[in-house]
C-alpha cells in the first residue's frame, strides 16, 4: 500500500511541475492571464494537499462553515457552493483525506514513510513555485502605485498562503504533528502575520517626498515578512515513525525541538532588527546618538543572515527537499531590503552608511576570508604555524589517550611496536599467506566493544604469588590496544574531516551576501549604502582566503586522492571565490559610488595597492597572480581625479624595478601587461619612464627583450591618438611617453651592440618596439635632435646582413625608411617655426587693406 501511495504522490508532484513550467499560447492578454491563475491555483491546492497530508493528523477535521451550514437545510445550493469555495484549499484536502483514510484503513493518519515522501515534495514543490513566480500585475486603481516588478511581493503571497493554510487547517480541528509547541510558537505566529499584514500595508504609497522613503520601508518589510514566513514554515514536521511511542526512542526528537527553538529565537532577532531599522528612517535627526545606543542594525541583519545560511535550513534535510534554496533566496531578498532601508538612511540623515568596515569583516569571516588584512600580513607563517600547532595537539591528545589506558606506559611502547608491526607487514606484501593471516586477526580485533572487553579482563594483568607479585602480560592486549587507538584517531580524524567539510559549504553558501553587494549595487536602490573603501577592503582578505584554498588543493594533489580532504568542496569554493573577485568585484562600475569624505584617497589606495603587490610577490601561480593584478587596476580605477591615480599607482615603479632587476623575486610580466590592456593610458603614464630603464638594467636578455615588448604595446597604442584631442589621463599618459623617448631609444642602441640580444628571438622584439617608437614620434612630432640621431646611428645595416632571417632583414630595412621620413619630417616642421615671422601684423599693414577695399566699393 506504502509503495502505491508513493508512486501517486510523485505522480501528482510531477504533473504540478510540468503544468508549472507551461506557459498560455494564446495571443489576448485576457486568456494569458486567466491560464496564470489557472496555474496558480491548481499549484496552491496540490501544495495545500501535500501540507495537509504530510504534517497534520485529519482525523477530527471539519470545517465550521459547514458545520453550521449543516444545521439550515433552507439554504439554496449555490450558497452552499459558495460557502465551499470559501473554505481554504488546506481545509478541503484535509476533509478529503479524512474521508479516505475512514474508507480505506483504520489508521487515522497517512503512514509515516509517506508522510516523509510528501513532506520532502511539499518544499521542493514550494522552491519551483516560488523560482517560476513572475511580479505582480496592477489591478484596479487602488495599486496604481504598487511595487510593480516586485518578484518578492509574488514569492510573499504564496507563503502568505501557505501560512494561512496551516492556520486555518489547525483551527477546524487538524492536530500537526510537530514535536514541540508552546508560548514560543504562539509568538512567532503572531510576529508572521505581523509582518505579512504590514507587507500589505506597504505596498501602496504615494508620490511626493515620501516616495523613496516608503520604498525603502516596503522592500525592507517584505523581504523581512518573506523571510519570517519561510522559516515558520520550517517549524512543520511529519512526525514519528508508527512504532516509536516515546521520545527516547526517537534519535532526532531533540534535534527538532532544537530547530524549533532556534527558529522562534530567529524570528524574535529578525523582528526586532527590521524595526530597528524602520525606526531609524522614520527619525529625522542625524541619528548618531541613536545609532550609538541602538547600534548598527545592519550588522545584526549581516549576522542574523549568515546564521542562517550557517544553519540546518540553509542546508536542507531529506524530510524538507528543496526548502534549503527558497531558504536561501529569502536570505537574499531580506539582505537586499536592509541594503535598501540603510542606503535611505545614510541619504537622509548625511551620514556614514550603515554598512561600514564591521559588516564587510563579518561577511568575509563568514566566506573564510580574513576580514583585517593587518592581521594577515604573515598569513603564510600564520598558517603553517598553525599547522603545525594541531599537529601537535593532536599527538599530544593521542599520548594522553594512551597514558590514560595505563599511566604506568607500558601499553604505549606495545602500541608502538604494533604499528611498527603492522608497517613491516606492510612492507612485505610479498609472502601471501601471512599476509591473509593477519589480515583475519586484524579483522577479528576490529570490533571496538571486544577490544575494550578483552583489555578490562582480569587475566591481562594478574600478579602471581608464586612470581612474587610480578605482572604477567596478556599476550593480545598490546594488539588489541593498538587498534583500539587506531579506532579511536580514525573517528577523530572522521570527525574533523566531517567538520571542515560543513565549514566549508557553510562558506560557499555565504558568499552569496557579497555578490549581492557587487553585483548589482552600484545601479540598484542601495548604491548609495555602499562606499568605495568598503568594497576595496574585501581585496586583500579575498586574494589571501583564494590563495590558502590552492595551496591546500596542490597539497591533497601530492598526496593523492584517498588521503586528499574535502576536495570538491574546497574546488567549489575557490572557483566562487575567483569568479567573484575577477568578473563581479573587478568589474564594477564605480559612477555611482562615493568615497568617504574621511579618506585620504591616494594614501588609502597606495597602502592598499602596496598590500596586493605583497600577495602577487608571494605566488607562483598564474590564477593568483591574474587575481592580484585585477585587484591592483580596480584599486587605481577607483580614483577619479587623474593626477591622484598616477600617484597612487607609483607603486608600479618599484615593481618594475624588482621585476627586472632581483633575482628572487615572483613577480612576472603579466602583471604589468594585464595594465597594458585594461588601463592603457594609466599604464602609459606610469609604466613608461621604469621599463625605459629596464630595457638597459634588466638582469638577463631575456627580461630586456620582455621590456621591449611592453614598451611596443605602449608606444604602439598612443601612435593612434591624436595630442590636440586628448585630455585628462590620456593626455598625462602621452606626456609621460613622450619624455621617455629619449631613454627609449638609447635603450633600443644600446641593445643593438649586444652580442646576446642580436639573436633573432631577442633582436625581433627590438625592432617592432623601435617601429612603433618611430611612428610615434613622427605622429606627435618629436623634434629632440638627440632622440633623432640615437636613432639615425642605430646600426641596423650591420643587423641586416649578420643575421639569415628574412623577416629581420625586412624590418630592418623598413625601419630604415621610416627613420629617414620621420627625421625629414621633424627637420621641415623645425625650419617651418624659424621662418614664420615671429611679431604680430602692424596696425599701418591692416588699414592699408582696409582702404583698398572701400576703394574698391566705390568702383
Not at 477530527?60 to 444545521?71: I, M
Amino acid at each position: 500500500r506504502s509503495y502505491e501511495a508513493l508512486g501517486y504522490v510523485d505522480l501528482l508532484f510531477n504533473v504540478a511541475k510540468q503544468i508549472l513550467r507551461m506557459s498560455s499560447s494564446s495571443d489576448k492578454e485576457t486568456d494569458a492571464d486567466a491560464f496564470e491563475e489557472f496555474k496558480s491555483s491548481l499549484t496552491q491546492r496540490v501544495l495545500c494537499f501535500f501540507l495537509a497530508s504530510a504534517f497534520f493528523d485529519c482525523s477530527a477535521v471539519e470545517s465550521k462553515d459547514e458545520a453550521s451550514g449543516a444545521n439550515k437545510k433552507k439554504k439554496g445550493k449555490k450558497k452552499a457552493n459558495a460557502n465551499k469555495d470559501a473554505i481554504h484549499p488546506a481545509t478541503l484536502a484535509g476533509i478529503r483525506i479524512k474521508e479516505i483514510l475512514a474508507s480505506c484503513s483504520s489508521s487515522p493518519a497517512v503512514p509515516y514513510p509517506v508522510r516523509l515522501t510528501l513532506s520532502s515534495r511539499y518544499f521542493s514543490l514550494l522552491a519551483d513555485c516560488t523560482a517560476m513566480a513572475g511580479p505582480l500585475k496592477d489591478k484596479g486603481a487602488n495599486l496604481k502605485h504598487a511595487s510593480k516588478g516586485s518578484k518578492d511581493a509574488k514569492i510573499l503571497d504564496i507563503l502568505v498562503q501557505q501560512c494561512q493554510g496551516w492556520i486555518n487547517i489547525e483551527e477546524n480541528g487538524a492536530i500537526c504533528h510537530q514535536t514541540s509547541s508552546g508560548e514560543e510558537e504562539v509568538s512567532s505566529r503572531e510576529l508572521v502575520i505581523e509582518f505579512q499584514s504590514l507587507a500589505r500595508q506597504t505596498r501602496k504609497y504615494g508620490e511626493g517626498e515620501g516616495e523613496l522613503k516608503a520604498k525603502a520601508n516596503e522592500k525592507c518589510v517584505s523581504g523581512a515578512a518573506l523571510l519570517v514566513s519561510i522559516l515558520y514554515l520550517h517549524r512543520l514536521h511529519c512526525g514519528k515513525p508508527e512504532n516509536v511511542f516515546d521520545d527516547d526512542d526517537d534519535p532526532d526528537a531533540d534535534d527538532d525541538d532544537d530547530n524549533d527553538a532556534e527558529v522562534d529565537e530567529l524570528i524574535s532577532d529578525l523582528s526586532e532588527v527590521t524595526k530597528s531599522l524602520l525606526e531609524q528612517n522614520e527619525s529625522e535627526g542625524d541619528g548618531k546618538d541613536e545609532e550609538e545606543e541602538v547600534g548598527n542594525p545592519l550588522l545584526g541583519l549581516a549576522e542574523l543572515c549568515i546564521t542562517i545560511l550557517s544553519s540546518p535550513f540553509g542546508s536542507g534535510t531529506q524530510s524538507r527537499g528543496a526548502s534549503s534554496k527558497i531558504v536561501r533566496d529569502a536570505v537574499k531578498y531580506a539582505w537586499i531590503g536592509g541594503l535598501t532601508a540603510a542606503a535611505h538612511h545614510s541619504s537622509m540623515t548625511g551620514n556614514s552608511s550603515l554598512l561600514d568596515n564591521d559588516v564587510m569583516n563579518l561577511i568575509l569571516g563568514g566566506m573564510g576570508a580574513a576580514g583585517d588584512e593587518e592581521e594577515g600580513e604573515n598569513y603564510e607563517e600564520m598558517e603553517e604555524e598553525q599547522s603545525d600547532d594541531d599537529m601537535q595537539s593532536e599527538k599530544d591528545n593521542d599520548d594522553e589517550d594512551d597514558s590514560s589506558e595505563d599511566n604506568e606506559g607500558v601499553f604505549n611502547a606495545a602500541a608502538a611496536e604494533a604499528l611498527d608491526a603492522e608497517d613491516k607487514d606492510v612492507d612485505m606484501e610479498d609472502n601471501d599467506k601471512q599476509s591473509i593471516e593477519e589480515d583475519k586477526e586484524k579483522d577479528l580485533e576490529l570490533d571496538p566493544n571486544a577490544l575494550q572487553s578483552l583489555l578490562l579482563e582480569d587475566s591481562d594483568a594478574d600478579l602471581s604469588e608464586d612470581d612474587e607479585g610480578e605482572l604477567e602480560h596478556h599476550a593480545g592486549a598490546d594488539a588489541a590496544l593498538a587498534q583500539l587507538i587506531k579506532l579511536k584517531k580514525d573517528a577523530r580524524k572522521a570527525g574533523l574531516q566531517a567538520k571542515e567539510r560543513l565549514e566549508l559549504t557553510n562558506q560557499l553558501r555565504c558568499v552569496v551576501l557579497l555578490e549581492t553587494l557587487v553585483v548589482s549595487g552600484p545601479t540598484s536602490s542601495y548604491s548609495k549604502a555602499l562606499r568605495i573603501e568598503v568594497i576595496l577592503k574585501t581585496l586583500v582578505p579575498l586574494l589571501k582566503a583564494r590563495k590558502s584554498l590552492e595551496k591546500s588543493l596542490s597539497t591533497a594533489q601530492d598526496i593523492g586522492k584517498k588521503a586528499a580532504v574535502c576536495v570538491s568542496e574546497k574546488r567549489a569554493l575557490l572557483e566562487r571565490m575567483t569568479s567573484l573577485l575577477k568578473t563581479k568585484i573587478c568589474k564594477m562600475r564605480l559612477n555611482s559610488v562615493q568615497w568617504s569624505e574621511t579618506i585620504n584617497v591616494v594614501e588609502y589606495a597606495s597602502e592598499l595597492a602596496s598590500k596586493i603587490l605583497n600577495e602577487a610577490r608571494k605566488t607562483d601561480d598564474s590564477n593568483q597572480s591574474s587575481c592580484c593584478s585585477a585587484a591592483l587596476i580596480m584599486t587605481f580605477r577607483s580614483i577619479s581625479k587623474p593626477e591622484d591615480r598616477v600617484a597612487a599607482a607609483s607603486v608600479y615603479s618599484e615593481a618594475v624595478k624588482e621585476w627586472s632587476t632581483k633575482r628572487t623575486t615572483r613577480l612576472g610580466s603579466s602583471l604589468f601587461e594585464d595594465l597594458v590592456h585594461q588601463a592603457q593610458s594609466l599604464a602609459q603614464a606610469t609604466l613608461a619612464a621604469p621599463i625605459a630603464m629596464a630595457t638597459v638594467d634588466a638582469r638577463s636578455p631575456f627580461l630586456k627583450s620582455e621590456a621591449f615588448r611592453l614598451l611596443g604595446g605602449l608606444y604602439g597604442i598612443a601612435a593612434k591618438d591624436s595630442y590636440e584631442q586628448v585630455d585628462g589621463i590620456e593626455k598625462l599618459g602621452l606626456d609621460s611617453l613622450l619624455k621617455a623617448a629619449p631613454a627609449v631609444a638609447k635603450g633600443v642602441a644600446k641593445s643593438m651592440e649586444t652580442d646576446d640580444m642580436k639573436k633573432t628571438k631577442r633582436i625581433r622584439e627590438i625592432l617592432k618596439s623601435a617601429e612603433k617608437l618611430v611612428a610615434f614620434a613622427t605622429k606627435h612630432s618629436i623634434s629632440d635632435e638627440m632622440f633623432w640621431e640615437t636613432v639615425q646611428s642605430l646600426p641596423l645595416d650591420a643587423i641586416a646582413n649578420g643575421t639569415e632571417s628574412h623577416g629581420v632583414k625586412n624590418a630592418c630595412d623598413k625601419l630604415s625608411v621610416e627613420i629617414k621620413a620621420g627625421f625629414e619630417a621633424a627637420d621641415a616642421r623645425k625650419q617651418m617655426e624659424i621662418d614664420e615671422p615671429k611679431g604680430p601684423v602692424t596696425p599701418k599693414s591692416s588699414g592699408k587693406k582696409k582702404k583698398k577695399k572701400k576703394k574698391g566699393k566705390k568702383r
